[in-house]
Antibody, heavy 118, light 107 residues
Framework: QVQLVQSGAEVKEPGSSVKVSCKAS????????FSWVRQAPGQGLEWMGG????????NYAQKFQGRVTVSADESTSTAYMEMSSLRSEDTAVYYC???????????WGQGTLVTVSS | EIVMTQSPATLSVSPGERATLSCRAS??????LAWYQQKPGQAPRLLIS???TRATDIPARFSGSGSGTEFTLTISSLQSEDFAVYYC?????????FGPGTKVDLK
C-alpha cells in the first residue's frame, strides 16, 4: 500500500523559507513522478512542480520558477519542496502527490499547512 | 501552458439525481485527463484517469468520457457522500494544470 506522509504544519515570517517533506512507503520510489500542489484557503488546486527522482531534474510552473525547489532523496524515499521569499499569499495547504500507471495523481499526502504571518 | 475550464461552477443536485460536469482544455490533451474529488479538510482523491478509467475502489456510478479538448464526468445517481468539489486536470504535458473546480451541493 503506497503511503505519502508529509511533515507537520509550519508558521513562517514573511521573507523566510520553508521546506516541506513527503516520505513515501509501500512501493518503489525512484521511477515515479512526485508533484507538489498548493491550495490557498477557499481556493482551487495549483500544480507547482514535479520531479522523477531517478532523473533528478525538476519541472516547475512558471509562476513558481526561481522561488521553489523540488528535490528528492532516493536513500530515504523522501521528496521535498522548498519555497523562499515567503509572503502572506503563500499561506496554503501544500500537498505532495505521486503517479502510478499513468501521470495522474493516484496517491496524495495528507497536506501540510504553511502559514506566513508576522 | 494548457488552460483548463470547468462548468458549471456550482451544480445543485438532489440525492438520486444524475450530475453532469464538464471540463474543457485550451488545446488537445488526448486522453490524458483526470478527475478528482475533494471534500472539506481532505486531500483530493483520484476518481478517473485516462479520461474514462475509474481509479481503484471508485464506485461504478462515476464515469468519465471525452478526448481531445472536451470531457465529461457523470455521477449517475448522486449519493450523500458525493457532495464535494470536483476538479479536472490535464497531464499531457507539464505544467499539469487543474481546472477551477465544480462544487456539487444539495439542491
Amino acid at each position: 500500500q503506497v503511503q505519502l506522509v508529509q511533515s507537520g504544519a509550519e508558521v513562517k515570517e514573511p521573507g523566510s523559507s520553508v521546506k516541506v517533506s513527503c516520505k513515501a512507503s509501500g512501493g518503489t520510489f525512484s521511477t515515479y513522478v512526485f508533484s507538489w500542489v498548493r491550495q490557498a484557503p477557499g481556493q482551487g488546486l495549483e500544480w507547482m512542480g514535479g520531479i522523477i527522482p531517478v532523473f533528478g531534474a525538476a519541472n516547475y510552473a512558471q509562476k513558481f520558477q526561481g522561488r521553489v525547489t523540488v528535490s528528492a532523496d532516493e536513500s530515504t524515499s523522501t521528496a521535498y519542496m522548498e519555497m523562499s521569499s515567503l509572503r502572506s499569499e503563500d499561506t496554503a495547504v501544500y500537498y505532495c502527490a505521486r503517479n502510478w500507471n499513468d501521470e495522474a495523481f493516484h496517491f496524495w499526502g495528507q497536506g501540510t499547512l504553511v502559514t506566513v504571518s508576522s | 501552458e494548457i488552460v483548463m475550464t470547468q462548468s458549471p461552477a456550482t451544480l445543485s443536485v438532489s440525492p438520486g439525481e444524475r450530475a453532469t460536469l464538464s471540463c474543457r482544455a485550451s488545446q488537445s490533451v488526448s486522453s490524458n485527463l483526470a478527475w478528482y474529488q475533494q471534500k472539506p479538510g481532505q486531500a483530493p482523491r483520484l476518481l478517473i484517469s485516462g479520461a474514462s478509467t475509474r481509479a481503484t475502489d471508485i464506485p461504478a456510478r462515476f464515469s468519465g468520457s471525452g478526448s481531445g479538448t472536451e470531457f465529461t464526468l457523470t455521477i449517475s445517481s448522486l449519493q450523500s457522500e458525493d457532495f464535494a468539489v470536483y476538479y479536472c486536470q490535464q497531464y499531457t504535458k507539464w505544467p499539469f494544470t487543474f481546472g477551477p473546480g465544480t462544487k456539487v451541493d444539495l439542491k
